[in-house]
């Protein structure tokens, strides 16, 4: 018998929202069996408990697979060229992870970051407003903020970053082949290596030197293959995601009456519009994990080396965790959603994105309140083939 396919967003027909399927699963809430684009059989969770309970649970399921490999066909297996930490289980991952985090998320360390990302933001609005309309917000705008600031903070100089830049378009793109994800990912991989072997010899002041002075009084230190791979994981997803993020999160404000002028009229307001919009948007693709052991989720039995796939966006509409989930409010309290994902594995670098999307959100509201998207909502085009999803271009204009 075949199975239903994973529902997949559709911006073209549904801008903001998960596919409609997920209502009537979570109403149950039901644990479904789905084929997924890259050929798996797996087990579906829609609702927040369910999603939450996976994700949180890093015993019975494991990230071995790659958290995209449903949907990325160059992303997991054993041919893979972008294996590493994130697909690490237990003691391992613990070990990286105890080294890694602090550097990108400790109070210190991010009370050092928000005047640099202050003062980039600020200069990229300065930039915008003396640049000709309509202006293109995505590729001159929110990428050129979050290239700056995590490439800051590795210490990658400008004539470098356009390697995360290709790397990144073949990660997230849903039809590269392994052979072209290698090729792309590669020349990053060889230029931290190269770095990594520098800052051991003349540490800086940014996060690649941290780590190293950092994992040197540990019981095992990070090996060069692990800095550089924690790194590039680092550079290559902090940039594209969080800058997607902004410009797709500025479409959602932009076009649900009434939130935009609230915003702007309080732009203290920024910190809760940013955790809304991550939790309305974000992870509309999911998350895979691979059953370690025959268990229950929901009732319904999954043996060991199932895979199951978490609908993040889906458990963030949940009823459960808001009664009115579906709508989206700048000024809404913040839940525990799960768009930075939950547990062991939840996202590392989740306040980094705070901050850029809190100080890029809440300079444009004071600076630009007369922002506005130059083409009708149909002409806006969307992203077909990237797991990373957002307009392929914005051009907006202002007053």
């Given at each position: 018998?075949?199975?239903?396919?994973?529902?997949?967003?559709?911006?073209?027909?549904?801008?903001?929202?998960?596919?409609?399927?997920?209502?009537?699963?979570?109403?149950?809430?039901?644990?479904?069996?789905?084929?997924?684009?890259?050929?798996?059989?797996?087990?579906?969770?829609?609702?927040?408990?369910?999603?939450?309970?996976?994700?949180?649970?890093?015993?019975?399921?494991?990230?071995?697979?790659?958290?995209?490999?449903?949907?990325?066909?160059?992303?997991?297996?054993?041919?893979?060229?972008?294996?590493?930490?994130?697909?690490?289980?237990?003691?391992?991952?613990?070990?990286?992870?105890?080294?890694?985090?602090?550097?990108?998320?400790?109070?210190?360390?991010?009370?050092?970051?928000?005047?640099?990302?202050?003062?980039?933001?600020?200069?990229?609005?300065?930039?915008?407003?003396?640049?000709?309309?309509?202006?293109?917000?995505?590729?001159?705008?929110?990428?050129?903020?979050?290239?700056?600031?995590?490439?800051?903070?590795?210490?990658?100089?400008?004539?470098?970053?356009?390697?995360?830049?290709?790397?990144?378009?073949?990660?997230?793109?849903?039809?590269?082949?392994?052979?072209?994800?290698?090729?792309?990912?590669?020349?990053?991989?060889?230029?931290?290596?190269?770095?990594?072997?520098?800052?051991?010899?003349?540490?800086?002041?940014?996060?690649?030197?941290?780590?190293?002075?950092?994992?040197?009084?540990?019981?095992?230190?990070?090996?060069?293959?692990?800095?550089?791979?924690?790194?590039?994981?680092?550079?290559?997803?902090?940039?594209?995601?969080?800058?997607?993020?902004?410009?797709?999160?500025?479409?959602?404000?932009?076009?649900?009456?009434?939130?935009?002028?609230?915003?702007?009229?309080?732009?203290?307001?920024?910190?809760?519009?940013?955790?809304?919009?991550?939790?309305?948007?974000?992870?509309?693709?999911?998350?895979?994990?691979?059953?370690?052991?025959?268990?229950?989720?929901?009732?319904?039995?999954?043996?060991?080396?199932?895979?199951?796939?978490?609908?993040?966006?889906?458990?963030?509409?949940?009823?459960?965790?808001?009664?009115?989930?579906?709508?989206?409010?700048?000024?809404?309290?913040?839940?525990?959603?799960?768009?930075?994902?939950?547990?062991?594995?939840?996202?590392?670098?989740?306040?980094?994105?705070?901050?850029?999307?809190?100080?890029?959100?809440?300079?444009?509201?004071?600076?630009?309140?007369?922002?506005?998207?130059?083409?009708?909502?149909?002409?806006?085009?969307w992203k077909k083939d990237s797991v990373v999803r957002g307009p392929v271009e914005l051009p907006v204009t202002w007053s």
């Open positions: 018998m075949s199975l239903p396919a994973l529902p997949l967003p559709d911006e073209d027909q549904l801008p903001f929202d998960p596919p409609p399927e997920y209502a009537r699963l979570r109403a149950d809430p039901q644990v479904v069996r789905v084929t997924c684009p890259t050929g798996l059989d797996a087990w579906l969770v829609s609702d927040y408990a369910g999603v939450r309970e996976v994700l949180g649970d890093g015993h019975r399921f494991s990230t071995r697979p790659g958290q995209a490999a449903h949907v990325l066909d160059a992303f997991g297996g054993p041919e893979s060229p972008v294996t590493g930490f994130s697909q690490l289980d237990g003691p391992e991952h613990i070990r990286i992870r105890r080294n890694f985090a602090p550097q990108v998320s400790h109070p210190r360390r991010l009370a050092e970051l928000r005047p640099l990302v202050e003062q980039i933001t600020d200069e990229a609005i300065t930039g915008m407003l003396a640049s000709p309309q309509p202006y293109p917000l995505h590729s001159q705008f929110s990428t050129a903020i979050t290239t700056a600031v995590i490439a800051e903070l590795i210490g990658v100089p400008p004539e470098q970053r356009h390697l995360l830049h290709d790397a990144a378009a073949a990660l997230f793109r849903t039809s590269t082949t392994p052979d072209e994800l290698r090729r792309a990912i590669e020349p990053l991989w060889a230029y931290l290596y190269e770095l990594v072997a520098t800052r051991r010899g003349r540490p800086g002041d940014d996060v690649l030197s941290r780590m190293i002075e950092h994992s040197a009084d540990s019981e095992r230190p990070l090996t060069d293959e692990e800095l550089t791979q924690m790194n590039g994981a680092l550079l290559v997803a902090g940039f594209d995601t969080t800058a997607s993020m902004i410009t797709y999160g500025l479409v959602c404000l932009l076009n649900t009456p009434g939130q935009w002028a609230k915003l702007c009229a309080e732009p203290e307001l920024a910190a809760s519009a940013a955790e809304e919009l991550v939790r309305y948007l974000g992870v509309s693709i999911g998350l895979l994990r691979q059953a370690t052991e025959d268990t229950v989720v929901n009732g319904q039995p999954i043996k060991a080396g199932d895979y199951v796939v978490v609908a993040v966006q889906s458990g963030n509409r949940d009823t459960a965790l808001h009664p009115d989930a579906d709508t989206f409010d700048v000024a809404r309290r913040p839940g525990a959603h799960l768009g930075f994902g939950h547990g062991a594995h939840a996202c590392v670098g989740q306040q980094i994105a705070r901050i850029e999307l809190t100080t890029v959100l809440g300079a444009l509201a004071r600076r630009v309140p007369a922002l506005r998207i130059a083409v009708p909502p149909e002409e806006i085009v």
